[in-house]
């Protein structure tokens, strides 16, 4: 029986998975040390889909002292995101990290598998992190992810509550492996009267910062709070994603698209509403 790959590798979400890297890998605190490695491996912890450094403890500068664990919430979705990294759901030991005056409290972690050598997976923030002499941001790149970038001339209409928020055929679909596909709309086919700035941010690491906007209060009737963030920019994106600067990309798990007449079901993922998760 045949295999669908994509299927096959988030299957394997709740096991601890590792993959060695061969590239240098530093960290720094306010300029000072924290780390540096050509001995690193690449680690996803349970339900992580994320992964994180890990690094052996005598190529850390900083002082790693053991800590309590922190509590893990009873209930939580199938899968977490680069967020709430005291939050580890295999076996093994906390440490809160000390540079020079300034403790980070249960910044590392070292998971009781042999496989990993007692290398120590360090959290993100907040750290500066550099991979060869190349400042990286938000998480480390994942060797198994791709991103395509793809001008496309379909019909693509975004609605919410049956009202039109969106309209072009110059969008560009960003193909980003594991997640659904996201189109990328002109500013000038968005109908920005129905929107408002927001205050939330995100960060990927390979598109960079982003900025969101939410639906109007009133301006489609019937939507409440699931027009919040519905939507995000990138106004000064990494390199490889530049074609995306200032355009527009909705949600497809909180908006109803249309690709060329053909109405596109929404995806259930870790950005669904509350309800549309239970069956993730």
Not at 150 to 159: C, I, M
Not at 167 to 181: K, M, S
Request: charged share 20%.
């Amino acid at each position: 029986m045949a295999t669908r790959l994509g299927q096959h590798l988030m299957g394997l979400t709740d096991t601890l998975r590792y993959e060695p890297v061969t590239r240098r890998i530093r960290a720094s605190l306010d300029g000072r040390p924290v780390l540096d490695t050509t001995d690193a491996v690449l680690v996803w912890e349970p339900r992580r889909v994320v992964p994180m450094y890990a690094v052996p403890p005598a190529d850390i500068a900083a002082d790693v002292v053991p800590c309590a664990p922190a509590d893990v919430p009873e209930h939580l979705p199938p899968v977490l995101g680069p967020v709430n990294f005291g939050w580890h759901l295999t076996p093994g030991q906390d440490h809160d990290l000390v540079v020079g005056d300034r403790t980070v409290p249960r910044a590392g972690f070292t998971p009781d598998d042999p496989d990993l050598g007692g290398r120590v997976v360090v959290e993100w923030q907040p750290f500066s992190w550099v991979e060869e002499a190349q400042p990286v941001t938000g998480h480390p790149h994942d060797p198994f992810k791709r991103i395509d970038v793809l001008p496309s001339d379909r019909h693509v209409v975004v609605r919410l509550g049956g009202t039109v928020l969106a309209d072009t055929r110059r969008a560009i679909a960003l193909h980003e492996t594991h997640l659904p596909v996201r189109w990328y709309l002109p500013h000038d086919d968005v109908v920005t009267d129905l929107l408002v700035g927001s205050t939330s941010t995100s960060t990927c690491a390979y598109k960079g910062h982003a900025i969101y906007v939410s639906v109007a209060p009133g301006a489609v009737p019937g939507v409440g709070d699931e027009g919040t963030d519905i939507a995000w920019t990138y106004t000064h994106p990494l390199a490889e994603v530049a074609p995306i600067k200032g355009m527009v990309c909705f949600y497809a798990e909180r908006t109803d698209l249309e690709l060329d007449g053909v109405a596109v079901p929404r995806p259930v993922t870790p950005w669904s509403s509350p309800r549309e998760q239970e069956r993730f």
